[in-house]
């Protein structure tokens, strides 16, 4: 398909007001699906979590899953939305192959939460206020897989198969307001406003929150309007835009084709698109209008879902930090400057950091550990820092040694290879490869004096003061003693000896 | 003695629990007059000896264990086609469905097979219960014991024309408009609609999901009392399902008296419209309660000029959508069509092979009531009048504790005298939808025979929701002043059927 044209960048923003609104659906991770008891799990063989109901026998009934409502309810409180003393189901009817029922239950017009808010801070430190229309329940469908022709998608394909494991999975949809105001940061805004909504849901561990999994998927509608013109554009929704770099380029194409059309004196057909990561563009999908149709009547197979008062405050109580209020008091905490701290946060290794610094070490050294050393390693064998196979707790008692003197940091590097190598505790590793600072100074001091015997030209020197000329035998020292010593204490130790 | 098969169920059960005889030598002299007679009154679609004498065979060995399993232990049964059973083919009457076996039985399926009941056959029915004749039955009417040249009603004909032909002492329906009440008015027998939620519909094919209710079809009040008793009770499957329990029917029924009986009669259901012979029956039924010192009072109920018009709203809308997972893509019948077999154009020529034409009327109708911009005139005018229903019979149960009406218009029709006038045949169930509508039970009890056509006629007793018991005292009652009069139950009085 040939690329569309596109405006600049500056030049669409230059000449429209940038309205975006954004749907984000979130898988929840409950043990069950939505309304019936098979297992809510990712990447079983094809059609093996099913029973009667996910895929819709004759006769069989959905039965709301208490958990899935409860995190439902515990999205909506952390978005600051209100809780809707009662709720029917809906359905939505429409054909296709991966919806069993050829209906979608769902909530239409009394969704669980509404009316929330979320601020979201951008890079400049600017914080944007989205307002959240709702939060509602559904259910997810099932997977199509296209086999037989060129694209991978239903048209010119051979056949394709059906896959009911994810029919009937949990999902929650928050539907934000029109954003207005976010100018040139409306693609920042939008990706740091999934990112938000997806440390929200994992903090709360109400889901997975695996971007590449699918666990938080993102539609994102965008329009343009004439700058100081009242009524909203026509909007397109891209559909299914998948991990957050691709929500801020998605929003940035769809303003620059878009502004082309228009500034060109064209119309935009209000449509679902499709986001192409690989080619950086989206594709025109089906014409969506509002004459869309999906006959949405009370799902009359449900009782309304009626959470107590009394439910909903235990449920808050419940509510961990929010990440944003968390971020804000360890960077405090710890005193990180600015760039150090963003740095473990893009690094998502806040968690590990404040473990670390909870079993005792410094954060500072927290920080350099996990930023550094172990990232640096975890890059080199191709892996993700976070699943290196080393604890919070190892790390800061391998600091812990450092700090009391018995480590020098190359010896620590080599307790923290022989960790991620299977070989034990830090004490055991210290053990095994006989890493010890020596601190009994009588071997130390014959090695020094007996380096100092054998260049009386460097004793000379030292002894008349020129101090620096240490280091020529610091190094055989350390040779001798294998490096299991303090270099600084054997500088200290020689500048001793010498002047004897 | 009785021949066995002309015995009620109560009697069967206390000669089985007395050890006079055995399950299966009452389930064999069943199934061997089905076997015979069936070609005569197609009552069964599918039978089985082999499933029928196992079950027996498990009853047997129960109670030489000392288990007695229910109050009906051991008492063979026949079972709507409508509900899902793993060792017989369930078609709901369609040939969508033909040969399709269920992965799982329906909870009332599995509670009398947990109380000991063998079950001898599905039963036919109006395609997916649509219609009041059996005539709509993908696989032939059934016919009327009465009269074979006679529609024995419908939906639920295969259970009434099986109960009262004595090809089962017992049978299971399922009502939505009637469909177990106008039966059994046309052929003598007696059939209760529950409560809403008294009988877990888990497994039950749907027709209209708030208005389907299972309920007992037997030749006497007792029968169906101690069958309400075995299938009644909380699923966790169904979530419409009823938490409290409605006290026992049997104890109901056992204690009755007249004492303080207050009855009302609806204005709008005694006067016109109704066959000379019926109207006779109704008005002897309610001299004989009046002989007894019954307070009879005549209440209005205005709104029910309207309830036809909200129930072929509401049932065919809730329809559409459940008869939508009816594609091909998962069970049943999958058609392929001439040209490029693409999946819209292999679910609808499935769909257009595999329902019959009234299947498609409601279906094309409920879509209708359901589009946008019609769904307020339609099917929220008539959720509006269902509400009015329910008013005007809550004003009523203020006044009186039953409600009495002719259960149908007329006495059984002639096979293909309605089947080409929809409305004709819409207007059987003017007396019996109110219930629906409104989620209360009902019952039909015969009171005699039409003196035109000397076929028999019900009356109808309404009671409270959840206030079954109420009704099945009634029930008593009114059958017990017929029985003193007559000498037996009225179907005594049907001809005899005999194998050709």
């Given amino acids: ?500 | 003695m009785t021949e066995l098969v002309f015995k009620t169920a109560a009697e069967i059960a206390d000669l089985i629990a007395s050890k006079e005889i055995s399950s299966q030598e009452v389930t064999k002299a069943f199934y061997d007059r089905a076997e015979a007679l069936n070609p005569q009154t197609n009552s069964y679609l599918y039978q089985s000896r082999e499933n029928a004498m196992a079950a027996a065979v498990s009853a047997d060995k129960a109670q030489a264990e000392g288990k007695i399993l229910s109050i009906l232990h051991g008492v063979p049964i026949a079972v709507k086609d409508n509900l899902t059973t793993t060792d017989a083919p369930t078609t709901s009457g369609s040939k969508i469905l033909e040969g399709w076996v269920p992965q799982y039985d329906a909870t009332v399926v599995k509670k009398l097979r947990a109380s000991g009941l063998p079950i001898l056959g599905k039963t036919n029915l109006d395609e997916f219960a649509m219609g009041s004749s059996t005539e709509y039955s993908a696989f032939g009417p059934s016919r009327n014991p009465w009269d074979l040249d006679r529609i024995p009603g419908g939906s639920g004909g295969g259970s009434s024309s099986a109960v009262a032909g004595h090809l089962a002492p017992i049978a299971i329906g399922s009502d939505t408009g009637g469909s177990i009440r106008y039966p059994a008015a046309v052929t003598g027998s007696v059939g209760a609609k529950p409560t809403y939620g008294a009988v877990s519909r888990y497994g039950l094919i749907a027709l209209a999901s708030s208005l389907d209710q299972i309920g007992p079809v037997s030749n006497t009040v007792l029968d169906s009392a101690l069958l309400q008793d075995v299938i009644s009770g909380h699923d966790p499957h169904d979530s419409t399902s009823l938490k409290d329990s409605l006290g026992s029917m049997t104890d109901a029924v056992k204690n009755a008296d007249v004492k303080g009986l207050r009855v009302g009669i609806v204005k709008q259901l005694s006067k016109d419209g109704f066959q000379p012979g019926v109207k006779a029956c109704f008005d002897d039924t309610i001299a004989k309660l009046t002989a007894q010192g019954v307070e009879v009072v005549e209440v209005d109920c205005p709104s029910f000029e309207y309830a036809i018009a909200a129930y072929y709203l509401i049932l065919p809308a809730e329809a559409s959508s459940n008869l939508a997972k009816f594609d091909s893509v998962r069970f049943g019948l999958r058609v392929a069509p001439e040209g490029n077999p693409t999946i819209e154009r292999v679910m609808a020529a499935t769909r257009e092979a595999g329902f019959g034409p009234e299947v498609k009327r409601r279906i094309i109708l409920g879509t209708y009531a359901l589009s946008s911009g019609y769904y307020d005139a339609y099917y929220g005018s008539a959720q509006k009048v269902r509400t009015l229903i329910q008013q005007d019979l809550e004003k009523a149960f203020s006044q009186v504790d039953v409600l009495l009406t002719p259960t149908a218009p007329t006495t059984a029709f002639k096979i293909g005298e309605k089947v080409n006038d929809p409305i004709a045949m819409y207007l059987n169930d003017v007396a019996t939808i109110p219930a629906n509508l409104a989620g209360i039970p009902g019952m039909s009890v015969p009171n005699g025979l039409a003196q035109e056509d000397g076929l028999p006629s019900g009356v109808q007793i309404l009671a409270p929701a959840m206030q079954d018991a109420q009704m099945y005292r009634v029930g008593a009652i009114i059958e017990k002043l017929y029985t003193d009069e007559w000498g037996s139950p009225l179907i005594a009085k049907a001809p005899k059927l005999e194998v050709k």
Avoid at chain 1, 25 to 44: D, P, R, W
């Fill in chain 1, 1 to 500: 398909m040939a690329k569309e044209q596109l405006l600049s960048y500056e030049d669409a923003l230059d000449k429209f007001e940038v309205v975006i609104g954004l749907e984000v659906h979130v898988e929840l991770n409950t043990k069950s699906k939505m309304f019936c008891g098979c297992a809510n799990v990712f990447g079983s063989e094809p059609n093996t979590n099913v029973c009667p109901i996910c895929i819709a026998l004759p006769g069989s009934l959905p039965a709301v899953n208490r958990k899935a409502v409860e995190s439902s309810i515990a999205i909506g409180l952390a978005l600051d939305c209100q809780i809707a003393p009662t709720g029917r189901f809906a359905r939505k009817n429409y054909f296709y192959p991966d919806l069993a029922k050829n209906f979608q239950t769902s909530q239409y017009d009394e969704p669980i939460a509404f009316e929330g808010k979320i601020d979201i801070e951008l890079e400049s430190g600017e914080v944007h206020t989205v307002l959240i229309e709702r939060a509602h329940m559904e259910e997810d469908a099932g997977k199509l897989t296209h086999v037989g022709g060129a694209t991978g998608r239903i048209q010119g394909a051979e056949y394709s198969l059906v896959d009911y494991n994810r029919a009937g999975v949990p999902l929650v949809e928050i539907v934000t307001k029109p954003i207005f105001g976010a100018g040139d940061k409306a693609p920042e805004l939008a990706a740091a406003y999934v990112r938000a909504i997806r440390e929200i849901v994992k903090a709360m561990d109400v889901s997975d929150a695996k971007m590449e999994r699918g666990n938080v998927r993102c539609d994102a509608n965008v329009s343009l309007r004439p700058k100081g013109q009242e009524k909203l554009g026509t909007r397109t929704e891209t559909k299914n835009v998948n991990s957050l770099r691709s929500v801020e380029n998605a929003v940035r194409y769809e303003i620059q084709r878009q502004g082309y059309i228009l500034a060109n004196g064209g119309t935009i057909t209000q449509e679902t698109r499709h986001w192409h990561e690989d080619r950086g563009h989206t594709s025109s999908g089906r014409p969506k209008s509002d004459a869309d149709d999906y006959r949405y009547f009370p799902e009359p197979d449900l009782v309304p879902v009626q959470p107590s008062k009394e439910w909903i405050e235990e449920i808050r109580a419940s509510l961990p930090e929010m990440p944003s209020l968390r971020r804000r008091r360890l960077q405090e905490e710890w005193g990180f400057a600015e760039l150090e701290f963003r740095d473990v946060v893009n690094s998502d290794l806040l968690d590990q950091v404040e473990d670390t610094v909870k079993a005792g070490a410094a954060p500072q050294a927290a920080r350099k550990w996990w930023t550094g050393e172990l990232a640096r390693i975890a890059n080199a064998e191709n892996l993700v820092v976070q699943d290196l196979s080393i604890t919070p707790l190892q790390v800061a008692q391998i600091q812990k040694l450092i700090d009391a003197g018995d480590l020098t940091d190359r010896m620590a590097r080599d307790v923290v290879a022989g960790v991620l190598a299977g070989e034990g505790e830090p004490a055991q590793v210290i053990e095994k490869r006989g890493l010890k600072v020596v601190k009994d100074d009588g071997a130390l001091i014959e090695a020094i004096d007996k380096a100092l015997a054998s260049q009386p030209d460097v004793l000379e020197k030292i002894r008349e003061g020129k101090v620096q000329a240490a280091g020529a035998v610091i190094g055989a020292v350390m040779q001798a003693m294998r490096g299991q010593v303090d270099a600084a204490r054997v500088r200290e130790l020689i500048l001793e000896r010498a002047s004897k």
